[in-house]
C-alpha cells in the first residue's frame, strides 16, 4: 500500500525527457492557479456572506486579486516561449505540433464534459437553442476563439487559452521578421520596453483591445534582461512584490482607477515575482520549490480548466444538506480548504489520465 502511495504521488512529478524545469516555476503555477480558485470559490459561495459586513469585503477583493493569477500565468509563459524561440532557431511545424499537444487534449477531454452537461441540464448550459448556432458555437470555442474575440466561452476560464494561442502564433513571426535572435538582448530589452509603455500609452485610444496580452511582453522582457545583467545580479524580491501587487489591487478597486493602472502594476511587480522563481535564488523560490506545491503546479493546467466544474459541484451538494440561509460568514471560511481540497480530485484524475500521457510524457 505504501509503494502504491508513493508511485501515485510521484506521478505528480511527470518527467520532461532532456528538458531541464525550474523547480520554484512549478511551484509559482501551483499559487497562480489557486488565486484563480479563489474568483470561483468567492464567486459561487459569496451568498453565504452578509451584505456590508467585513467577510464581504475580503472576498470581493479576494475575487479580485484571484483575477490575476491568470497574469501570472501569462507572465511566466511569456518568458517560457519566448526564451526557447530567441535562443535557438525551430521548425514552425514542430513548435506549433507540441503547442497543440500542450494545450487541446486536455481542452477537448473538458469541453466534451461541458458539452454533455450542457445537453443534460439546459438550465446551466450556454449553448444557443437553434441547433445551427449550436454548431457555430461548438466550433467557435473548438478553435479557441472566445477571448480575443467578444464570445462567451463555454468553459469560463478557456478565454485565456485564445490569448496563449495568439502569443504562440505571433512571437515565432515576430522573432524571424525582425531576426530578434542576431540582436544584443540589451537592445531587445529596450526595443519591446519602449513597445510595451507605447501600448500602455494607447489604451485609452482603442477600447477593447486584447490588452491584457501585455503581461506576455512582461515575461520576454524578463528573458532578455536575465541574458543581459546575468543570474545573479538581481535581488530576491519575490514575497515583497507579491505582497505588494495584492495591496495595489486592493487600493485600485477602492479608489475605482482605470482597470489599465492595475494592469501596470502587475506588469512591473510580476516581473519581479517570476524573476526570482526563475533564478532559484531567495525566500520565495525556496518556497516555491517545496515539493508539495511544484506537483501541485505541474497539474496546474488540468486544474485550471476543470476547477470551475468542480467547485460549482461541490457548491450544489453543500447548498442541499447545509443552505447558505442557515448559515454566517463563518460557513464561507470553514469551507474554503474543503472545497479547495475536494476540486483537486476530479483535476487530478484528468491530470494523470489525458494531460500526463498526451501532452508531458517525451519519448
Known amino acids: 500500500m505504501r509503494d502504491t502511495l508513493d508511485r501515485f504521488w510521484k506521478a505528480f512529478e511527470p518527467g520532461h525527457g532532456d528538458v531541464k524545469t525550474l523547480q520554484a516555476m512549478e511551484g509559482l503555477r501551483a499559487i497562480a492557479v489557486f488565486l484563480v480558485f479563489l474568483v470561483h470559490y468567492a464567486a459561487l459561495f459569496e451568498v453565504w456572506l452578509p451584505s456590508g459586513s467585513v467577510s464581504a469585503f475580503v472576498s470581493r477583493h479576494m475575487a479580485s486579486i484571484g483575477n490575476a493569477g491568470v497574469d501570472l500565468f501569462f507572465v511566466i509563459s511569456g518568458f517560457l516561449i519566448y526564451r ?21 487534449p486536455t481542452f477537448l477531454a473538458v469541453l466534451a464534459l461541458y458539452v454533455v452537461v450542457s445537453w443534460v441540464l439546459p438550465s446551466v448550459s450556454k449553448l444557443p437553442s437553434d441547433p445551427g448556432a449550436q454548431v457555430v458555437y461548438l466550433i467557435q470555442n473548438l478553435f479557441l476563439l472566445p477571448g480575443i474575440f467578444d464570445i462567451e466561452p463555454i468553459i469560463t476560464v478557456a478565454w485565456s487559452l485564445s490569448y496563449e494561442f495568439c502569443f504562440y502564433l505571433a512571437v515565432p513571426l515576430v522573432v524571424w521578421v525582425f531576426q530578434l535572435r542576431r540582436w544584443a538582448p540589451a537592445t531587445r530589452l529596450v526595443v519591446i520596453s519602449v513597445l510595451c509603455v507605447l501600448v500602455f500609452l494607447g489604451m485609452r485610444t482603442v477600447r477593447g483591445a486584447p490588452y491584457q496580452m501585455l503581461m506576455f511582453g512582461s515575461g520576454m522582457l524578463l528573458s532578455d534582461a536575465l541574458l543581459a545583467r ?24 477602492e479608489l475605482q482607477m482605470s482597470s489599465r493602472w492595475r494592469l501596470w502594476l502587475l506588469f512591473i511587480l510580476y516581473f519581479f515575482v517570476v524573476m526570482e522563481s526563475i533564478r532559484g ?25 476543470l476547477h470551475g466544474f468542480a467547485v460549482r459541484m461541490a457548491m450544489e451538494v453543500i ?10 460568514a463563518a460557513g464561507f471560511w470553514l469551507l474554503l480548504m474543503p472545497v479547495f481540497l475536494f476540486s483537486i480530485i476530479p483535476c487530478a484524475a484528468l ?13
Do not use: D, K
Open 84 to 104: 526557447m524561440l530567441v535562443r535557438r532557431p525551430r521548425p514552425l511545424p514542430t513548435y506549433l505540433g507540441r503547442r497543440i499537444q500542450r494545450i487541446y
Open 230 to 253: 546575468g543570474n545573479r545580479h538581481w535581488p530576491a524580491l519575490g514575497i515583497p512584490a507579491l505582497l505588494l501587487s495584492f495591496v495595489g489591487m486592493i487600493l485600485i478597486l
Open 281 to 305: 535564488l531567495g525566500p520565495f523560490a525556496r518556497f516555491c520549490s517545496l515539493t508539495p506545491l511544484r506537483r501541485f503546479g505541474n497539474m496546474s493546467y488540468s486544474y485550471f480548466l
Open 319 to 328: 447548498a442541499r444538506v447545509w443552505p447558505a440561509s442557515w448559515s454566517n
Open 351 to 363: 491530470f494523470l489520465w489525458v494531460e500526463r500521457p498526451l501532452s508531458l510524457e517525451r519519448r
